[in-house]
């Protein structure tokens, strides 16, 4: 199996700089870049007031932009050399442009949030016509954060591009604005991968509370020390290429009478965070009135929380083994009590804790991995070391045997957030 080959984030630049020359026949001004990420667990716990740990990937999405003279927005992706284009006039979302809509959510929000009409005579009278290229080794389907950073990337490049100066708060408004109003998302959380997208930093993870309102609050780094020296390990994303099957709607426990029920279950820690009661007896108890699915996902809810409480200790301590199991525990949650992973994901995660194995191998993994990405029964990511990295390969390859899917692999590390730079080199 081979790795795709990857190129860094200055020679993917250069290359969106080149293809907007070459598609609309002038530099463009301002590009930004915004890397994809993948949500190590707790992505589902966020109605409820949970965490979220994501790390950012070192695949970029590039989005370069330049003005008009007229009202045309026009938008190529150079990977699949698509264009597409509307009027300024008509902007509204349409199903056959795809990945433009993302954009056009944000030059949407900027324009219905009164951020462009602005008085003043600093300010911006009106929106511009504008011209986007679009450049991302990895396609926006794959749920590896694409349209996000594509968002996130367009949003902090026309911010520059017209000198708004919004702050990252109004900036943040601005991608949620979009996303639920012109996408029509508004049962979706995507608080996560906007602060991944614009904040993290390389060798650290991104945790978000979802119990903040205030972004200071909202969202802290935490050091992934096992990316580094003595103790590294290799990060794969696999694309196990299961059609996504949904068996049940997340939207069906989101409800204000489920999120009163698990704040009945909540206690303090000594670190200022809190917990969920671990007495099951009580925990059956508080949820008796809810169907018996409901309470399933509900435990999932509460099991996943301690998962990331857990991995977060471990990584305060350094301890691989104590966050692998943290993670490992994290997908059978997913499995046995959110129903999110199928047979197919379970038989390589399986197979992947099988490697090296020990006596006490539960107690001390030495790799770890969990369903991850866009959907249910799609990707997963595994942690392991380099040594282990070839027997990993051997298992993929009987996996393609048995099941007749193909799985493509992505080595990735940890990456900084959104850069935005002048074409003239003044980085903002």
């Not at 695949?59 to 007229?70: E, G, L, T």
């Not at 219905?112 to 929106?127: A, F, L, N, V, Y």
């Not at 000594?270 to 169907?291: F, H, N, T």
């Not at 199928?342 to 969990?370: F, S, T, Y």
Request: aromatic share 8%.
């Amino acid at each position: 199996m081979n790795f795709e080959q990857n190129i860094g984030r200055s020679e993917q630049i250069a290359r969106t700089i080149e293809a907007h020359k070459q598609t609309f026949k002038c530099e463009p001004s301002v590009i930004a870049s915004a890397p994809g990420r993948f949500h190590l667990m707790g992505e589902h716990t966020w109605f409820f007031g949970g965490k979220t740990l994501s790390m950012s990937i070192d695949r970029f999405v590039c989005v370069s932009v330049s003005i008009r003279n007229d009202d045309l927005l026009r938008f190529h992706y150079v990977e699949s050399d698509d264009n597409k284009h509307i009027s300024l006039s008509s902007l509204r979302f349409r199903k056959e442009d795809k990945w433009a809509n993302s954009i056009k959510a944000a030059i949407y929000s900027f324009i219905s949030g009164s951020i462009i009409e602005r008085t003043g005579e600093d300010q911006i009278p009106k929106m511009p016509g504008l011209d986007f290229c679009v450049s991302s080794p990895i396609l926006p389907s794959s749920g590896m954060g694409v349209t996000t950073a594509m968002k996130v990337a367009s949003a902090c490049a026309v911010n520059e591009l017209l000198d708004l100066d919004c702050p990252d708060s109004e900036l943040l408004s601005v991608l949620d604005k979009g996303s639920r109003e012109f996408l029509k998302e508004d049962e979706e959380n995507h608080l996560a991968e906007n602060l991944t997208a614009m904040f993290s930093k390389k060798d650290s993870l991104v945790l978000t509370n979802h119990d903040s309102r205030h972004i200071a609050e909202a969202f802290e780094l935490v050091d992934f020390p096992f990316s580094k020296s003595l103790s590294k390990k290799n990060i794969l994303l696999v694309d196990a290429h299961v059609p996504r099957l949904t068996s049940w709607s997340e939207r069906s426990i989101m409800k204000e009478e489920n999120k009163k029920l698990l704040k009945l279950l909540r206690h303090a820690r000594q670190d200022g965070s809190w917990k969920y009661e671990d007495d099951m007896a009580e925990i059956r108890d508080v949820l008796s009135s809810v169907s018996e699915d409901s309470r399933r996902h509900l435990y999932g809810v509460i099991n996943e929380h301690k998962c990331v409480l857990s991995s977060l200790d471990a990584l305060k301590e350094g301890v691989f083994s104590a966050f692998a199991r943290a993670v490992n525990k994290s997908h059978e949650n997913m499995r046995d009590f959110y129903d999110i992973s199928c047979p197919e994901i379970d038989w390589i995660l399986k197979r992947l804790v099988e490697i090296n194995p020990n006596p006490d191998r539960d107690h001390n993994p030495v790799c770890c991995g969990r369903i991850t990405g866009q959907g249910f029964s799609r990707c997963l990511f595994a942690i392991l070391d380099d040594a282990n990295v070839p027997e990993f390969e051997k298992r993929l390859s009987e996996y393609s045997k048995i099941f007749g899917f193909k799985a493509d692999v992505l080595s990735v590390k940890s990456a900084d957030g959104v850069i935005v730079e002048r074409i003239n080199n003044r980085v903002r």
